[in-house]
C-alpha cells in the first residue's frame, strides 16, 4: 500500500540502504514502477534525493532503516530543509510495543528529525498511509519547499490494510491583491535608484522567464544570490553578478545608494539583509512565496506573496518604462574582467580563476556544474558565469560538506542529456566518495573535479586573515587516480596548465563516470580586489 502511495506521487527513484525494519517495503519495492536504488552512505542517498526534488520540483526519495540507518540521514535531510529543496525521508523503526522502554536501536527518530523537517510522522496504524504520504509530499513540495520524514515501524508496515492512495494535487498558490500591486508598482515608477535582488526562489519558481521580461521591461538592473546563479544570464548587461562573498559586493553592485530594493524570491538563510541595508533605510518591495521573515533589517514596505512568475509579469506590465534605474556595473566589470583574464594566467599548480574558466569553455550554456562546500564554492560564487537556471547547484543553507559527487549522480540521472561536472576540495571529496561505486553501477557519466592542495582551504584562509597562521588544517590523500581506477572509472592527475582542459574535454565524452585530479593554489586571495572589503559569508 506504501508503495503503491510512492507511484501515486510519481516517485522514480528512492535512494537508500534496505535493512532489517525496511524488509516489507523493500519486498514491495522491488515490484513496482520504482526504481530502488543503493548507496553507499544514507547522507549520500538523502543528498541524491535532496537534489532530484531541486531540479525538477517533486519531493525526492530517500530511505534508511532504524537506528543508525535514520541518523546517518540527518545531514541532508537538513540540507534540503534550510536549502529549500522538496524530499521526503523514509526511516525504518522497532515495533510500536518496545518504543516505551529501553530497547535495541531504538532512538526516537521523530524527535530527531523534528528541527529539520517541516512536518513529520510516525505511521501508527496501517490504514493512515494514504493519508500521510500524500501530506508527507504535499508540505514538502509546497512553499517554501523542504525536506519531510515518515517513520515506518515494522509491525505496522507488516500488516494487512484494504486502502488506495489519495490522488495527487499540485499545491495553490495565493495571489496579491490589486492594491498592493498597484502600491508597489507605485514605489518602483517613483524610485530614482531601484535595483533588484534575486534569490533562490525565482529558480525554484521557475519564474527565470518571467524575471528576464521584467528586467527588460523596467530597465531595471538585478544582483543575485549564490543559489540564484543563472536566474539572468550572466552576459545581460542588466545582470549585476553575484553578491554576498565580500562586504564591498552591494556598494559596488549600487545597492549603498538605492532607494528601492525589490527582494524576488531572497531567502534571508543565504546571506542576512543586514549587509545591504545596514541602517534599515531602504524602502523594500518584497516579491515571494510566503510572507517575509522577521529581521530588523528587512521589513518589506510591501509583499507581493504568490506564485513569483504570475507577479513578476503583471508587475512588469504596471512598469513599463520606469523613468530611472540604478544600480551599478563595478562589481561586474571588477569581476568579469578578472575571469576573463585569467584565461591567459599560465602559472600551475593552476589558480581557481583559470580553473573556472576552462570548465566554463568545456561546458554548454544548459550544462551543470556543482559545487562541493569549501574554498572553492566561495570561487564558484564569485566569479563562474551562470546563463540559465539550475545549471551552477550550490548548497548555501546548511552548506554541508560532501554533497557534490551524489549531488552529480542526481543531477545526471534527472538530466541525462546534459553535461555535469562536479568540483570538490580534497576535505570534502573523501566525505562521500564512496558514492563514486554507485555512480558507476548506475552508469551516470558525469566528471569529478578534485581541487587538490592537502588543506581544509576555507578555514585556512580565515584563521590567516585572523590570527596570521593556520593549525589543525593540514593532512595527506591517498592516491585519487588509482582510487578512482579501482572504482573501474577513467582518471588522470593534471601535469600542465594546458592539460586541463584537453582532459576535462575528453571527460566529457566519455560514457563511464571519470575523475580529475587538479593540483590548486590558493595562493591568491577569493577577495579579489581590496575594493571589495572584507568577507561576510561562511564557507
Not at 204 to 213: F, V, Y
Not at 397 to 416: D, E, R, T, Y
Not at 432 to 443: D, G, H, I, P
Amino acid at each position: 500500500m506504501f508503495v503503491e502511495c510512492l507511484e501515486a506521487e510519481g516517485v522514480k527513484h528512492v535512494f537508500g540502504i534496505p535493512g532489517e525494519e525496511t524488509l516489507d517495503l523493500n519486498e514491495s519495492l522491488a515490484d513496482s514502477s520504482i526504481e530502488f536504488v543503493p548507496v553507499r552512505h544514507e547522507q549520500g542517498g538523502a543528498y541524491m534525493a535532496d537534489v532530484c526534488g531541486r531540479l525538477t520540483g517533486r519531493a525526492g526519495v530517500c530511505l534508511g532503516t532504524l537506528g543508525p540507518g535514520a541518523m546517518n540521514l540527518v545531514t541532508a535531510v537538513a540540507d534540503a530543509y534550510l536549502d529549500r529543496a522538496p524530499l521526503v525521508a523514509l526511516t525504518g523503526q522497532a515495533d510500536l510495543e518496545r518504543m516505551h522502554k529501553e530497547s535495541h536501536q531504538f532512538i526516537d527518530i521523530v524527535q530527531v528529525m523534528r528541527p529539520i523537517t517541516k512536518w513529520n510522522a510516525r505511521v501508527s496504524e496501517p490504514a493512515i498511509i494514504p493519508e500521510v504520504v500524500r501530506k508527507a509530499f504535499k508540505v514538502a513540495e509546497s512553499e517554501k519547499p523542504g525536506s519531510t520524514h515518515i517513520e515506518l515501524p515494522e509491525d505496522v508496515m507488516a500488516q494487512d490494510v484494504d486502502a488506495v492512495p489519495l490522488p495527487r494535487r499540485k499545491p495553490v498558490q495565493p495571489e496579491p491583491a490589486a492594491r498592493e500591486l498597484l502600491k508597489a508598482a507605485d514605489l518602483i515608477r517613483g524610485a530614482l535608484n531601484p535595483v533588484g535582488l534575486v534569490g533562490n526562489g525565482v529558480i525554484r519558481g521557475r519564474a527565470a522567464p518571467a524575471l528576464r521580461e521584467f528586467v527588460r521591461a523596467t530597465g531595471i538592473p538585478v544582483a543575485e544570490t549564490f543559489m540564484g546563479k543563472g536566474a539572468m544570464d550572466a552576459n545581460d548587461p542588466k545582470a549585476l553578478g553575484a553578491v554576498g562573498l565580500q562586504a564591498g559586493d552591494y556598494r559596488m553592485a549600487g545597492f549603498e545608494v538605492a532607494d528601492v530594493v525589490i527582494a524576488i524570491g531572497y531567502d534571508l538563510v543565504e546571506h542576512a539583509p543586514k549587509h545591504w541595508n545596514p541602517d534599515g533605510d531602504k524602502t523594500i518591495v518584497c516579491i515571494d512565496t510566503l510572507p517575509a521573515e522577521i529581521d530588523s533589517h528587512f521589513v518589506p514596505e510591501v509583499e507581493l506573496i504568490g506564485d513569483i512568475y504570475h507577479i513578476l509579469s503583471r508587475l512588469g506590465e504596471e512598469c513599463r518604462h520606469v523613468p530611472h534605474s540604478g544600480g551599478s556595473d563595478q562589481l561586474r566589470e571588477v569581476v568579469q574582467s578578472y575571469f576573463e583574464a585569467s584565461g591567459q594566467d599560465t602559472h600551475f599548480p593552476m589558480q581557481p580563476p583559470r580553473a573556472l574558466w576552462e570548465i566554463r569553455r568545456a561546458l554548454g550554456r544548459e550544462d551543470i556544474l556543482v559545487s562541493d562546500v569549501g574554498l572553492h564554492k566561495l570561487w564558484i560564487g564569485r566569479m563562474f558565469p551562470a546563463y540559465e537556471p539550475n545549471t551552477v547547484l550550490i548548497a548555501n543553507g546548511l552548506a554541508g560538506m560532501g554533497f557534490a559527487v551524489p549531488a552529480g549522480i542526481a543531477a545526471k540521472l534527472a538530466n541525462p542529456d546534459r553535461n555535469v561536472v562536479t568540483v570538490n576540495g580534497d576535505g570534502g571529496f573523501l566525505m562521500n566518495f564512496q558514492e563514486l561505486e554507485t555512480a558507476v553501477r548506475l552508469k551516470t557519466p558525469f566528471v569529478t573535479v578534485i581541487w587538490e592542495n592537502q588543506q581544509f582551504g576555507s578555514i585556512v584562509w580565515k584563521q590567516d586573515k585572523k590570527f596570521g597562521r593556520h593549525f589543525g588544517t593540514d593532512f595527506t590523500n591517498p592516491d585519487f587516480v588509482k582510487l578512482a581506477e579501482s572504482f573501474g572509472m577513467a582518471a588522470w592527475r593534471i601535469g600542465s596548465v594546458d592539460e586541463f582542459g584537453e582532459r576535462l574535454r575528453q571527460a566529457l565524452a566519455l560514457d563511464i563516470p571519470s575523475l580529475i585530479v587538479l593540483p590548486i593554489d590558493y595562493s591568491i586571495d577569493v577577495a579579489i580586489s581590496e575594493e571589495l572589503g572584507a568577507e561576510t559569508v561562511a564557507t
